[in-house]
T-cell receptor, first 112, second 111 residues
Framework: SQTIHQWPATLVQPVGSPLSLECTVEGTSNPNLYWYRQAAGRGLQLLFYSVGIGQISSEVPQNLSASRPQDRQFILSSKKLLLSDSGFYLC???????????FGPGTRLTVT | EDKVVQSPLSLVVHEGDTVTLNCSYEVTNFRSLLWYKQEKKAPTFLFMLTSSGIEKKSGRLSSILDKKELFSILNITATQTGDSAIYLCAVGTGTASKLTFGTGTRLQVTL
């Protein structure tokens, strides 16, 4: 069966510090991968998606970036965090043309 | 710009009540509509609907899609405290199986 991992679970970072969040998927090959951000009490905003290694599409211009160095690994990064980057970050995967996405446990980021 | 709107934003009901959650959408290239339940962390998948008028059912939860009027409803009968959660509606469009999410409905079921 498929499993998706995200870490860390929680993170408190000062403004201006770098960020690296990691997501890995097990049990499937060539998944579509997604990064979402959820502000408190709000819906999910798609940040990046990837259909293959090295293929990244950005949905929202911001100071975040994403990379996919391996088939089942997706990384969200920032060189300098802003207060507005605080939120709940979720990684998700899907397969092929299927719209069902399955989510990781999330990372709660607080920028202070 | 694709748009998904959910109503109500929040709802408090008593255990045993029946609730109806609404989701309307304005998108280009509609492919499917999905419902998720989010308790504390990761949203969990409930239903995917692609055809109008065909009800999907799982236990006390059911959902239906109207592609002409561009909306879906999620019904929960005989609510229980374990149904307390945020219910998210999402619409699948275009390539890469992308989803556009609504802001969610926060449901609280009290004893």
């Amino acid at each position: 069966s498929q499993t998706i991992h995200q870490w860390p679970a929680t993170l408190v970072q000062p403004v201006g510090s770098p960020l690296s969040l990691e997501c890995t998927v097990e049990g499937t090959s060539n998944p579509n991968l997604y990064w979402y951000r959820q502000a408190a009490g709000r819906g999910l905003q798609l940040l990046f998606y990837s259909v293959g290694i090295g293929q990244i599409s950005s949905e929202v211009p911001q100071n975040l970036s994403a990379s996919r160095p391996q088939d089942r690994q997706f990384i969200l990064s920032s060189k300098k965090l802003l207060l507005s980057d605080s939120g709940f970050y979720l990684c998700a995967w899907s397969v092929g043309q299927y719209y069902e996405q399955y989510f990781g446990p999330g990372t709660r980021l607080t920028v202070t | 710009e694709d748009k998904v709107v959910q109503s109500p934003l929040s709802l408090v009901v008593h255990e045993g009540d029946t609730v109806t959650l609404n989701c309307s959408y304005e998108v280009t290239n509609f492919r499917s509509l999905l419902w998720y339940k989010q308790e504390k962390k990761a949203p969990t998948f409930l239903f995917m609907l692609t055809s109008s008028g065909i009800e999907k059912k799982s236990g006390r939860l059911s959902s239906i899609l109207d592609k002409k009027e561009l909306f879906s409803i999620l019904n929960i009968t005989a609510t229980q405290t374990g149904d307390s959660a945020i219910y998210l509606c999402a619409v699948g469009t275009g390539t890469a199986s992308k989803l556009t999410f609504g802001t969610g409905t926060r449901l609280q079921v009290t004893l």
